[in-house]
């Protein structure tokens, strides 16, 4: 015989417990005896845990920093380096995953490598200092987008070339666009440019501003036409520099 | 923004993949942080709490029970009960799942209101709050997103105990007669 009082008492404290205002020392011994005996209370507490798994999305959104994503992520490949199922994986695909925010590794689309490759050359040519490449490489945004961004000391210019954006309809188009972002190991981004279509409708290319040497990753985000003075959206391409 | 769904990103922390970590956080690191902000109310302190939580997932990724819940419930909790623990020191916090485990494992009750709660909407959430009486929702409101304790909702809105405690249970039950309707309407 299930007693009315005794279940009104637990579900309060099925309630508090729900919200969150129950301390571990005050919740009773028996309700979870009752709740294996009261069908009415089983379905309160399941009530009650649906309806306070839905209260955080009343509040107004906010996103996170983009710096939070990066440096978890740096954390936990660095935990994964040596899990069994990373060190199943083949080793450039390991190396790869091992390496979130440069992935040094990434297969590049044709057309950057090539890019890269000319511009090195062009510098080689010139008996000049070496260039620098720098692979960057889609997030699980846009986990098919690769790139490369080459800088020249001679004439301290950078330029980032990516494949594997979606098109103008999606970014670039009136919309959206998409900026680049130079960020320091410790310290804000700075935006460093937008990323504009070529004619071949696949390429994208960018000519930064600021010293790549001196910072530690280059990123892409979308941003509203204009851009943005900090990264507001959603990150596309990242790349240990 | 592709996402993965739940049932993939599920598998991937099962094989401790750390792409799950990821696909998690471009999931609901958004929702996580909105709610870890509003409770411990500095942006900083967000942030680390925000690593915290997945950081404890990751190193206990075989602790997502999909028969207790969502994935999206799980991550909330997690987010909130670290977020609370900043607050108010380490001191011992009834979890969610705890108290409420016998009844989720029963698929039937936890099918019917995961059915509810996915057909509510952001607004709609927001309506049956408004349409809480005052006292209630100011009691939720404060347990929820303040993390304060029965003792502390009592001291601060100077109120008995069991005012506060029949005010969360009335809350509840109100609300889950409003979503309940919005659903099926």
Redesign the interface.
């Known amino acids: 015989m299930i007693d009315s009082a005794e279940c009104l008492r637990v579900e309060e404290q099925l309630a508090l417990a729900g919200v969150g205002a129950l301390e571990a020392s005050e919740l009773d011994s028996d309700v979870r005896r009752h709740l294996t005996v009261c069908p009415r209370c089983r379905e309160s507490a399941a009530s009650y845990a649906a309806v306070v798994a839905v209260l955080a999305e009343a509040l107004q959104p906010v996103d996170p920093p983009l710096g939070v994503r990066r440096a978890l992520m740096a954390q936990v490949y660095g935990d994964a380096a040596g899990s069994p199922a990373v060190r199943a994986r083949p080793r450039l695909a390991r190396l790869w995953h091992a390496l979130p925010v440069s992935r040094t590794f990434t297969l590049v689309a044709g057309a950057a490598v090539v890019a890269a490759i000319a511009l090195a050359a062009w510098g080689v040519s010139r008996g000049a200092t070496a260039q620098a490449s720098y692979q960057v490489s889609g997030t699980t945004a846009d986990p098919n987008a690769r790139g490369t961004l080459v800088y020249d000391p001679n004439v301290q210019t950078s330029t980032l070339v990516v494949h594997g954006l979606p098109g103008p309809d999606a970014a670039g188009g009136g919309d959206h666009v998409y900026e680049v972002w130079l960020i320091p190991a410790n310290g804000p981004a700075s935006p460093a440019g937008f990323l504009t279509l070529q004619p071949d409708g696949s390429t994208w290319v960018a000519v930064l501003n600021g010293a790549v040497p001196a910072y530690h990753t280059v990123a892409v985000t979308v941003e509203p036409p204009g851009g943005s003075a900090t990264p507001t959206g959603i990150e596309v391409i990242s790349g240990a520099v | ?2 996402r ?1 769904p739940d049932e993939r990103i599920v598998e991937l922390l099962g ?5 799950a ?3 998690l ?2 999931a609901y ?7 870890v ?2 409770i411990v109310g500095d942006q900083q302190v ?2 680390d709490v ?2 915290e939580c ?2 404890a997932v ?2 206990r990724a075989d602790s997502f029970d999909a028969a207790r ?2 994935l ?2 799980w991550m ?2 997690v ?3 670290r977020a ?1 623990d900043r607050v108010r020191g380490q ?4 979890q ?5 485990d ?3 494992n ?1 698929p039937g ?2 099918d ?3 059915e ?2 996915a057909a ?1 909407t ?1 607004q709609e ?2 309506d049956a ?1 408004d349409a809480l009486p005052a006292e209630q929702r100011q009691t ?1 409101e ?4 303040g ?4 003792a502390e ?1 009592s001291r601060k809105m100077g109120i008995p105990l069991g005012t ?3 005010r ?2 009335l ?3 109100r ?2 007669i409003l ?1 309940n309707g919005m659903a099926t309407t």
């Open positions: 923004m592709k993965l094989s401790r993949a750390p792409e970590i990821e696909a956080y471009d690191g958004g929702l996580m942080y909105t709610l902000l509003r967000a942030e925000l690593q997945f950081l990751w190193r819940g969502s999206k419930s909330c909790a987010a909130r009960n609370i001191r011992g916090r009834v969610l799942d705890a108290p409420l016998v009844a989720v029963e009750l936890s019917t209101w995961s509810v709660v509510i952001r959430i927001r709050l939720i404060l347990a929820y997103y993390g304060y304790s029965q909702i506060v405690k029949g969360a249970r809350a509840l039950e609300l889950r979503m």
